[in-house]
């Protein structure tokens, strides 16, 4: 198989014996692929410098097998400088990527989806709202995606005034407070109505509802991780701590 200029970023590099890469990228039509990229670390190569995350990049590759050889690369536009809170957030939106596709499972419109959102983190929209309306698209364009606007199994409107339990695969049922105290969270996560519509929505200005969106949406990712841990999200909390201390 050989492709030409192929719109791409890159995910992730490891080196590969002496002068090579083996370097993970997502591209718009061919999803998750894997590339070695022979030579680019020599300091001689005019590709090092484009090698790099976050970079829109037009690709080329050949060859057949789990790792085609990438024969181009060049980048569109100029390389853009992000703020460590900006930085780690991105390579948070990178692990996730790398960890819930699969490989030359092609999604497109999460493709221009991403490259939105990393317009969005260098044009400094709270990385908070960012990272959630990322983090539902993703499971969304995984066949996960959340119900938050009805209860689960019905056409039944969610209220902002409720109490509601998210179970997994399911959705919110409706729960009351007595309920709540006698069962813990043993099946979902629970969570407001309000919190539920304003993550429908978009509406990230409430502080107690964004915390608990992002509970949800957490703790149904790390259920489709299967218990792999994200080392972004860690090396992201030291940083955002550092910031805020």
């Known amino acids: 198989m050989r492709v030409q200029s192929q719109p791409a970023f890159l995910l992730h590099a490891r080196p590969f014996r ?109 990385i908070q709202h960012i990272l959630r309306r990322f983090e539902k698209e993703l499971l969304s364009q995984s066949g996960y995606g959340l119900i938050l606007h009805h209860e689960a199994g019905s056409s039944r409107p969610v209220v902002a005034e409720g109490l509601y339990q998210y ?23 629970y969570i407001k109505g309000k919190s539920l519509l304003d993550y429908y929505h978009d509406v990230f200005y409430d502080k107690e509802s964004l915390k608990e969106c992002r509970r949800l949406v957490r703790h149904l990712l790390d259920r489709q991780l299967g218990g792999k841990p994200l080392h972004s999200r860690r090396v992201f909390h030291q940083v955002l701590s550092g910031l805020q201390s």
Do not use: C
């Open 18 to 126: 002496e002068t090579s890469l083996i370097i993970e990228v997502f591209s718009r039509q061919y999803g998750r692929v894997g590339l070695l990229a022979r030579g680019v670390r020599n300091p001689k190569s005019r590709k090092r410098a484009l090698v790099m995350p976050f970079q829109s990049l037009l690709l080329g590759w050949s060859g057949k097998g789990e790792l085609p050889l990438l024969t181009s690369i060049e980048a569109t536009g100029s390389a853009r400088e992000l703020a460590a809170e900006q930085r780690y957030a991105a390579f948070y939106l990178n692990e996730l990527l790398l960890k819930l596709l699969h490989r030359y499972d092609a999604h497109e419109s999460l493709f221009d989806f991403y490259s939105k959102i990393l317009d969005e983190i260098y044009q400094g929209v709270p």
């Open 167 to 189: 179970i997994p695969e399911q959705g919110p049922r409706p729960v009351s407070q007595t309920a709540q105290e006698n069962h813990p969270e043993e099946q979902g996560i």
